[in-house]
């Protein structure tokens, strides 16, 4: 809502007046309104028991958890497992900081007139990712190698989706430029990229990447696998989100590239400086919308035995010391996955609304 | 296209740099010393063979059993990284040198052992697959399990297993296929199936996620043989000796008696036997391509069979297994280990 909308009289906001018109405005309404305020009061009470009011948080160990409520003692006691997987304990001060820069450069985006919030962003996009690379691996600068096969839980999740996302971006952009360039070679090569691609599901990407790259790799050189993944997730995702990017090159009209060419911009300050920011403004949901299962699809590195949130959690639900945990797991695995895909979602809201110069009907 | 040439050959650098390239040397003896430690596969989560616990640190049979090998080249039992796979993935790892052991409940098989090029060396744990039944269907005998209802999770030996023992005895059954032992489990727990059916070292483990564990039994029945053991690259013999006498060693040393806690008194036993095992006497080590103490290493560090099998899987944790068939020979069991000669 922008400040200037009209509000209507104060006597038409009672709560009554609102009841009236939004609940029970007619038998139909009054009807839903009342069976969905059934099953909301029946449902909501257990639900609420089950996870606050019956539920443990503390304790020592499986035999604290007698209630009927939910075992958060579970989660609690797993919680540094979820966070860091085999992350050397010493040595979570790293990712406790790559955490803090990753909040301080994307949090301050939410909050109007956050001083210098456009620098964090930029910050966030290039010198978060270069900290990273220099203080979760370690091994250079005096600080202790930790192998990728250490990594896991929600900092892994994390790594994946920030690294597929922010690599994705500029391959896909580059990709739709080069599918509706003139250049028939640079062309076929984008289609056939593109295609071939678009049409393989991320699972079978995962495993080639796998189980098959490191038998056609010559004796002596691995990658490793999360390297793999994440080539592969990359790959995958350009694929998408070149397509996404070329459904708004192609809204804008052609008259755009004309006037470009008679202001006398070559081809790269015409797509930089003219078409690019106005397409990709225009497709700013599109690509949230790939960010977003992106995350999502972090999770099937599973398949290829990384540990990522949801398979540090199905990796302890199964201890036998515990008994039927596994919703309370699951539960949690939702609960951050929904927290991250909502600011995402939160964000492009905000990233629109900010760029918004009219155009829209 | 020069910037996406640019593109591509940053994404190989980043690649080429995160990637640690292990150059092999001549042996995996002398790779694995070069590296440091040992490259250890194991299952992504298996109660009592390998599996995370709350400090993130790997517990587990099939752990322990990396351990004692890293003890013997090392004389540090906490040289091992360890990697996991999936069923799927393990011996592609293996076989492409990203690990330098596989030790992940992998059931040795004559097509396995022939044509996959790797080397089992050894059995850990002698496994089978049985059968989990609701007291309620008053069922004391695979036998009498013809027209059952059977809980199981796809994909698995068990499936083909399950199918051979029905036929055989000319029996009749419906499966139920779950996608996970926890699903299977629920779904036993629910009353979809009469029986579940796994290998019997996970069964007690299944068993005590119900409601009330004492409403299901384990039947005495085993319709599977399910020998479990450590693998390794064929071509390699050295290697190969290495971690069967690992095992070997361990198995002696419980034969003998050659405990963690009294190893360091064990060292001044007038008994060659055990003199040869912990390396006061004979060269040993030295003729595998190691100290000449590596047993004494092992025990200390990781104890002898019997230790690590009640550590992981023994009557007194979660999964409460018998020795059974995993005693030895001279407990009833068909543990038989070479001598150290």
């Known amino acids: 809502m922008t400040e200037s909308t009209i509000k209507p009289p104060k006597k038409n906001l009672g709560p009554v007046k609102w009841m009236r018109t939004h609940l029970f405005s007619s038998w139909y309404n009054t009807l839903l309104t009342l069976v969905v305020g059934y099953l909301l009061v029946t449902s909501v009470g257990p639900l609420v028991s089950w996870v606050f009011l019956d539920a443990t948080f503390q304790g020592s160990g499986p035999g604290d958890c007698v209630g009927e409520g939910a075992c958060w003692l579970f989660v609690n006691q797993r919680l540094n497992f979820f966070i860091y997987g085999f992350y050397p304990d010493e040595l979570q001060w790293r990712v406790d900081i790559m955490f803090a820069l990753l909040a301080l450069a994307f949090v301050p985006q939410f909050i109007e007139g956050f001083p210098g919030r456009k620098w964090l962003g930029i910050f966030g996009m290039t010198g978060l990712p270069i900290i990273g690379y220099v203080l979760i691996p370690g091994g250079i600068l005096g600080l202790e190698e930790v192998e990728s096969s250490k990594w896991g839980g929600l900092m892994l999740t994390l790594i994946l989706a920030y690294i597929g996302i922010l690599a994705s971006l500029p391959i896909g952009i580059l990709l739709a430029i080069g599918r509706r360039s003139d250049m028939p070679i640079i062309r076929g090569l984008c289609v056939v990229f593109i295609e071939v691609w678009r049409a393989v599901p991320l699972i079978t990407v995962l495993f080639m990447a796998s189980v098959m790259l490191p038998l056609f790799l010559p004796e002596g050189i691995s990658f490793e696998k999360l390297v793999r993944a994440l080539i592969g997730i990359t790959l995958w995702q350009s694929a998408y989100m070149a397509e996404v990017i070329r459904g708004g090159l192609q809204a804008i009209p052609r008259g755009q590239y004309e006037a470009a060419g008679a202001l006398g911009l070559g081809y790269w300050r015409k797509m930089g400086l003219v078409i690019l920011p106005q397409a990709l403004k225009l497709v700013i949901p599109g690509i949230v919308n790939t960010f977003i299962s992106l995350f999502k699809d972090t999770t099937l590195v599973l398949i290829i035995g990384l540990f990522d949130i949801l398979g540090a959690v199905q990796s302890t639900i199964a201890d036998p010391a515990w008994q039927n945990v596994a919703i309370e797991g699951y539960v949690f695995v939702a609960f951050c996955f929904w927290v991250f895909c909502f600011g995402i979602s939160r964000y492009s809201q905000n990233l629109e609304r900010k760029l918004d110069t009219g155009h829209k009907t | 296209m020069k910037r996406m040439i640019s593109a591509a050959i940053g994404i190989a650098f980043v690649a080429g740099a995160l990637s640690t390239t292990s150059v092999h040397a001549a042996t995996t003896l002398e790779s694995v010393k070069a590296k440091g430690h040992l490259q250890c596969g194991v299952t992504s989560g298996l109660p009592g063979f390998s599996q995370p616990d709350e400090k993130g640190s790997w517990t587990g049979i099939d752990v322990d059993t990396c351990r004692a090998v890293a003890a013997a080249v090392f004389g540090d039992a906490k040289a091992v990284e360890f990697t996991p796979l999936t069923a799927k993935e393990r011996f592609t790892a293996l076989q492409s040198g990203e690990i330098d052991v596989l030790?992940?409940?992998?059931?040795?098989?004559?097509?396995?052992?022939?044509?996959?090029?790797?080397?089992?060396?050894?059995?850990?744990?002698?496994?089978?697959?049985?059968?989990?039944?609701?007291?309620?269907?008053?069922?004391d005998d695979a036998e009498q399990l013809d027209g059952a209802t059977v809980c199981i999770q796809s994909g698995t030996t068990s499936e083909l297993n399950l199918a051979d023992y029905f036929r055989a005895k000319g029996m009749e059954f419906k499966p139920i296929v779950f996608d996970t032992s926890e699903q299977t489990v629920q779904g036993f727990a629910a009353g979809r199936c009469d029986v579940l059916t796994s290998d019997r070292s996970q069964l007690a483990a299944l068993r005590s996620k119900l409601a009330d564990p004492s409403s299901a039994k384990i039947l005495p029945n085993t319709i599977s043989k399910e020998p479990l053991g450590p693998v390794v690259r064929q071509g390699d013999d050295q290697w190969f000796n290495i971690v069967k006498w690992v095992l070997f060693a361990q198995i002696n040393a419980e034969e003998l008696g050659i405990t963690m806690d009294n190893a360091g008194e064990m060292l001044k036993s007038d008994n060659p036997n055990v003199q040869r095992l912990l390396g006061t006497d004979g060269d040993m080590g030295a003729k595998l391509g190691l100290p000449d103490d590596f047993g004494l290493a092992i025990v200390k560090q990781v104890g002898n069979y019997g230790e690590m099998y009640d550590r992981n899987v023994g009557p007194d944790t979660a999964l409460g297994l018998e020795r059974g068939i995993n005693a030895l020979w001279t407990n009833g069991g068909i543990l038989y280990a070479p001598p150290v000669r």
């Not at chain 2, 409940?105 to 609701?134: C, H, I």
Request: cysteine-free; overall charge negative; hydrophobic content about 35%.
């Open chain 2, 103 to 139: 030790s992940r409940n992998t059931t040795w098989t004559l097509t396995r052992d022939v044509s996959l090029g790797l080397n089992f060396a050894g059995v850990n744990y002698y496994d089978g697959q049985g059968f989990l039944v609701n007291n309620d269907i008053g069922v």
